[in-house]
């Protein structure tokens, strides 16, 4: 069998991994078309179908899942590999993709990366947004973001932010016609504002602790989303309850836009962490921005 060419498979292994010819493309930075092509000759020169195409997805067959967990680490191994040589540089170089949520993104990603960035010219970083739990090795993503409870033992995991507590808090205008719930099982009386899970694919049950006692509370309400920031708009135009990151209501709180409710049962989480594989060195430039972003208490 003649041997497929380097960039077929790459080509291959960008597409199966996006499930999408036009995300393939674009991160390739070749036309959806040239992309559907060089697919279509792999696959005529191996004589099988390596990916199943309809019009809305794209997933690998049998035989493209086999190539891909077969040649797919090799190539992660020989990107990584280049990347290091990186430190051979006058300059650290190199894109790093990050998968985040939209909340940690904007509250504790970007306002330290434009001083990172500005430092080092010649690294780049690209923000992946998304709030489910994200195989970073399968999407070939550098690193990732997640609370301290959530990590898997074989990632290496960098504090980068302190410990985390979430708050209820309502308008004052949605507290005008309802009464402030002073336990979690006076939430049945409330219109509260959900976040759906995109993983579990269910609606998040609020957490709550006090003395020793730990409840879960699936609440019912008008309005849900997958990001909490929608959550949060909706609350301050006095929908309903939410349960949001405190640091995220607290300017709202000081400001009186938004009140807080059952604060003596709000808990608080490990805080977030930037997780990478274990089995992987570091780039130079995945390190020093690991060190840019690592959590230092004052």
């Known amino acids: 069998m003649p041997r497929p060419n380097i960039n077929a498979l790459i080509a291959f292994i960008a597409v199966a991994n996006e499930r999408s010819f036009t995300k393939a493309a674009a991160r390739l930075e070749v036309s959806p078309s040239a992309l559907s092509h060089t697919i279509r000759g792999l696959e005529e020169q191996l004589g099988l179908r390596l990916l199943s195409r309809t019009t809305r997805n ?6 493209g899942e086999r190539l891909l967990h077969t040649v797919g680490p090799h190539f992660n191994e020989i990107e990584h590999g280049l990347e290091a040589l990186s430190e051979l540089r006058d300059k650290p170089a190199g894109t790093i993709r990050i998968s985040s949520s939209d909340y940690v993104a904007e509250t504790i990603l970007r306002p330290r990366l434009m001083p990172f960035l500005v430092q080092y010219p010649d690294i780049k970083v690209e923000l992946i947004i998304d ?8 999407q070939q993503i550098d690193a990732g973001v997640r609370l301290g409870e959530s990590l898997s033992k074989d990632m290496i995991a960098v504090r980068i932010g302190p410990d985390r507590r979430f708050a209820v808090v309502g308008a004052p205008s949605y507290f005008e016609s309802h009464s402030l719930p002073l336990t ?5 009386d409330h219109n509260c504002l959900n976040i759906r899970l995109p993983t579990a694919g269910h609606l998040y049950a609020w957490e709550f602790a ?3 006692r730990t409840l879960d509370v699936r609440v019912d309400g008008q309005f849900a989303s997958n990001s ?7 609350v301050l ?7 949001v990151p405190y640091d995220l209501a607290e300017p709202h709180l000081k400001s009186g836009r938004l009140i807080e409710a059952l604060a003596d049962w709000c808990p608080y989480f490990q805080g977030y962490h930037l997780y990478y594989p274990h089995r992987r060195q570091a780039s130079p430039a995945l390190a020093l921005l690991v060190e840019a972003l690592r959590y230092r208490a004052e």
């Open 58 to 63: 794209v997933s690998p067959t049998e035989a």
């Open 131 to 138: 709030n489910g739990f994200t195989n970073i090795v399968e």
């Open 184 to 188: 979690p099982q006076d939430l049945t």
């Open 210 to 212: 006090k003395d020793g």
């Open 228 to 234: 909490i920031l929608p959550v949060l708009g909706a």
């Open 237 to 243: 135009d006095g929908m309903g309850l939410a349960y």
